[in-house]
């Protein structure tokens, strides 16, 4: 019969591998130890990675593996782990599932009781943040809005009272539709920094009032070029932002000594939400005492 410790020791592992963003001397000597380690290296793009690979002078089996095929082909590459294979996912650039396809796959490992080891490294969010000079203590990332103007805008207007710092990802082609969107939804003073092209030759951060960085960006000819991080401040608290105030907090307060009716309107007018909305919550709140 075998051993526990056999039967462990012919599983593989799945490592999830951060690459560069743009300059390749971000990646890691761990990283590229790993990438040489490995039985297969699944990729969002073949192409694209097999570059990367050719660079470091590896050669290794490589499975495409993005958003259309993904819950097609996990069920394969875990199968292939559990004979004893190693199988590393890299995205196109930067630490996979951040925006990126693998999701399916980790989830599937973890049910399976297969080791998922992440290898970190490069990732756009943080490296964008971390030289922003906004707050760090929270934030909120929100990866891409929707394409479309009017379902950008309404994403936009959730988000408009929350007060931990913003972060999206923004293509060059819609960068300067989604500025006048901040700028419409959360006014023209709200503070914005935005990281172009980070860690290449031609890395650039626009920073300042909304309605400014809009117009750096329409007076910048290269505007139009690389992959953005967008970082929008928080809301402040205070007047004018009373969705800082827990709703469901000065509810509670008031139920036990007022009518809903009346709960709700002060509520409301702590809070700057809906008087309807919060008159719906508070009798959620007294049926659920």
């Known amino acids: ?47 694209h990675s097999g570059r990367l690979l050719q660079h470091l002078a590896i050669n290794k089996p490589m499975w495409a593996l993005h958003d259309h095929n993904e819950r097609e082909r996990a069920s394969s590459l ?10 590393a996912l890299i995205s196109d650039a930067g630490t996979p599932l951040i925006s990126d396809p693998g999701y399916v796959l980790v989830k599937a490992a973890r049910q399976r009781g297969i080791v998922v080891t992440p290898i970190p490294g490069a990732c756009a969010m943080v490296a964008a943040l971390s030289a922003a000079g906004l707050p760090t203590d929270r934030f909120l990332f929100e990866g891409f809005l929707p394409a479309k103007a009017v379902g950008r805008r309404k994403a ?20 300067q539709g989604m500025m006048a969107d901040v700028v419409s939804v959360f006014g023209g003073e709200r503070e914005v920094v935005l ?5 290449k030759t031609f890395e650039t951060f626009y920073s300042g009032a909304a309605s400014g960085v809009l117009a750096q960006l329409e007076e910048d000819p290269n505007a139009g070029k690389g992959e953005y991080v967008v970082m929008v401040a928080g809301a402040q608290i205070g007047a004018g932002e009373g969705a800082s105030v827990d709703a469901d907090q000065v509810l509670a307060l008031l139920l036990p000594e007022l009518p809903v009716k009346k ?21 959620e709140l007294r049926e659920s005492r």
Request: net charge negative; aromatic share 4%.
């Open 195 to 199: 990281a172009r092209e980070l860690t």
């Open 1 to 47: 019969m075998e051993s526990d410790n056999a039967s462990a020791a012919s599983v593989g592992t799945l490592f999830i591998v951060a690459t560069p963003i743009g300059n390749l001397d971000d990646l890691s000597r761990r990283a590229e130890q790993v990438l040489a380690g490995v039985d297969l290296v699944a990729a969002e793009d073949t192409r």
């Open 263 to 283: 709960a709700a309107k002060i509520a409301a007018e702590l809070t700057g939400r809906s008087r309807n909305e919060l008159y719906q919550r508070a009798l």
């Open 78 to 87: 875990l199968d292939r782990i559990e004979r004893g294979e190693s199988v």
């Open 156 to 175: 936009l207007q959730v988000l408009s009272r929350e007060t931990a710092t913003l972060i999206f990802y923004e293509s060059p082609r819609r960068i």
